[in-house]
T-cell receptor
Framework: DSGVTQTPKHLITATGQRVTLRCSPR?????VYWYQQSLDQGLQFLIQ???????AKGNILERFSAQQFPDLHSELNLSSLELGDSALYFC????????????????FGNGTRLTVT | AQTVTQSQPEMSVQEAETVTLSCTYD???????LFWYKQPPSRQMILVIR??????QNATENRFSVNFQKAAKSFSLKISDSQLGDAAMYFC?????????FGQGTRLTINP
């Protein structure tokens, strides 16, 4: 068990709808990362938050947004959903020490499988 | 931008044999870490091993070891005494100051 909790595990919705994915990081971790993994693909970095602030942005669509709350949990909002948004969405967390940011491996949740029909 | 390349989409090995998965990366950073993650059919991402760029000694975790060649920007994973439970997708990953960048993965099959 990585200590990272993602809900829901599965989500089925229709095109044009909006969904919210939730992530609770490991206790003590300040950084939260969101990744998208389409079928048989690698993990694509979407966005990172550190202690409530956005720190890095990847190839995240404008229809997608995220935030990290004061209690450090994070939500990824996906709107105007398209068939191509169907994927496994991973949240990961790390300590994210600013003094040595590389020195903190990411621990992944079990992912939310989103199916858009 | 940092990139990670895994040139072997698929690999197979006989049970109990040794297999090596290749990974190369490109970066201009001096402080970074390299990781291998395993993704079994359950799709969970499991950290297998990590290597600090400033350390010359290759990391080892039980049957898993790496061959880190910093000048060549190469980071291969060796799995010894392969077991059926090692069957999975293996992702090489690079982490510098911020995000973790993944390679496209190598699907490893273990033949009984």
């Amino acid at each position: 068990d990585s200590g990272v909790t993602q809900t829901p595990k599965h989500l089925i919705t229709a095109t044009g709808q909006r969904v919210t994915l939730r992530c609770s990081p490991r206790s003590g971790d300040l950084s939260v990362y969101w990744y998208q993994q389409s079928l048989d693909q690698g993990l694509q970095f979407l966005i990172q938050y550190y202690n409530g602030e956005e720190r890095a942005k990847g190839n995240i669509l404008e229809r997608f947004s995220a935030q990290q709350f004061p209690d450090l949990h994070s939500e990824l909002n996906l709107s105007s959903l398209e068939l191509g948004d169907s994927a496994l969405y991973f949240c990961a967390s790390s300590v994210g020490d600013r003094g040595n940011p590389a020195n903190s491996p990411l621990h992944f949740g079990n992912g939310t499988r989103l199916t858009v029909t | 931008a940092q990139t990670v390349t895994q040139s072997q989409p698929e690999m197979s090995v006989q049970e109990a044999e040794t297999v090596t998965l290749s990974c190369t990366y490109d970066t201009s950073e001096s402080d970074y870490y390299l990781f291998w993650y395993k993704q079994p059919p359950s799709r969970q991402m499991i950290l297998v091993i990590r290597q600090e760029a400033y350390k010359q000694q290759n990391a080892t975790e039980n049957r898993f070891s790496v061959n880190f060649q910093k000048a060549a920007k190469s980071f291969s994973l060796k799995i010894s005494d392969s077991q059926l439970g090692d069957a999975a997708m293996y992702f090489c990953a690079y982490k510098g100051a911020q995000k973790l960048v993944f390679g496209q993965g190598t699907r490893l099959t273990i033949n009984p």
